[in-house]
């Protein structure tokens, strides 16, 4: 740990030597990866269906994916423990690619979302007074800390698409992704959101029961804020004859691309006529009360709802197992409520708050890894 944290603390050093870089760059960027790189190999990083688990860490983080049938599997997810080296913090991120290079846009979004918040955040911090977080009201504190993120997040995406677009190892022209993302930082979670992937919260009520909180807005395009926006840059929102109720952005004088979302990195063939980047982002205050939160692609709410997610996820003795049972209840849902449809990609990660495993689950989590 010792290496890790001082690569930590020299982030923000680097600052001062590396101000504006290439491409306008984060100055600390080489450092975040090299960060990124050193998670992946010590089991901190998870990039593909399985469990993130570190002693001592109240988080537990189940995840799976799993491929429609429309070709290749288009959604990815990533699990970040002690992200930033920060011991009470966690990055989770699910991505949802579309078009014919929608899954190689997808993956290097997830490669560099984590490294270049993680760089915003820290240049954010260096350039702050952090005083101002120091012997003032709880709540104010809080808000400080948001604002940070908050900062943090949109900076990173607007860097994302740009940069997205100057790399041309990936057409991305008719292609692009989703992109939905929290962090958790202690006891407060910021949560970003750019599409229509969608974060639903386990809260127990008075009753004992529990309630779902849903966290995200679903950014389709018949939004009266998406549409409004789309349509004065001169975008057309409207369903195809035989996709009744499902709302597609159009070209002005093209029937392409035809895209399901108001918000994407990517899809530049549409980005001056209403699509945009950026990302929603809010915050909760994690109390006793709640318990964890769904991270999903519109693969699983198209088909089920957050009630149902939420008691699916509760009911699923094994934590480990409780983002692959989510999914599989979407696939058979999909093929009841959906005759003759091709089943969409399927992905979720459950973050649980107040990680108890068993004896028996821990030994699970061991063999896993």
Known sequence: MGHFSSMFNGLARSFSMKKGGKNGKCGGR?????????????????????????????????????RGQK???????????EFGCQEDMIFCGIFDGHGPWGHFVAKRVRESMPPSLLCNWQETLAQTSIDQAIDVEEEKSKQYRF???????????????????????????????????????????????????????????????????????????????????????????????????????????????????????GDYCIKGHGLISVPEVTHRNISSRDQFVVLATDGVWDV????????????????????????????????????????????????FFHSSLSTEQVSQVATLK
């Open 71 to 81: 070709g290749v599997n288009q959604d990815c997810c990533i699990v970040w423990e």
């Open 30 to 66: 080489e450092t975040a990866d090299a960060m990124a790189k050193e998670a992946k190999k010590n089991d901190m990083m998870l990039c593909s269906s399985g469990i993130v688990h570190v002693d001592g860490s109240n988080n537990f983080a189940s995840v799976f994916s799993k």
């Open 147 to 265: 604002n940070i993120w908050k900062h943090s997040y949109l900076k990173t995406c607007a860097a994302i698409d740009q940069e997205l677009e100057q790399y041309r190892k990936i057409d991305s022209f008719y292609s692009g992704t989703t992109a939905l993302s929290i962090v958790r930082q202690g006891e407060l979670i910021v949560i970003a959101n750019v599409g229509d992937s969608r974060a639903v919260l386990a809260t127990t009520s008075d009753d004992g029961s529990l309630v779902p909180v849903q966290l995200t807005i679903d950014f389709k395009p018949n939004l009266p804020q998406e549409a409004e926006r789309i349509i004065q840059c001169q975008g057309r929102v409207f369903c195809l004859e035989d996709e009744p109720g499902v709302h597609r952005v159009w070209l002005p004088d093209e029937e392409s691309p035809g895209l399901a979302m108001s918000r994407a990195f």
């Open 304 to 351: 089920i709802s957050n009630k149902e997610a939420v008691d699916i996820v509760s009911s699923t003795a094994d934590k480990a197992k409780a983002a692959k049972r989510l999914v599989e209840c979407a696939v058979h849902a999909w093929k009841r409520k959906r005759q003759g449809i091709a089943v969409d990609d399927i992905s979720a990660i459950c973050l």
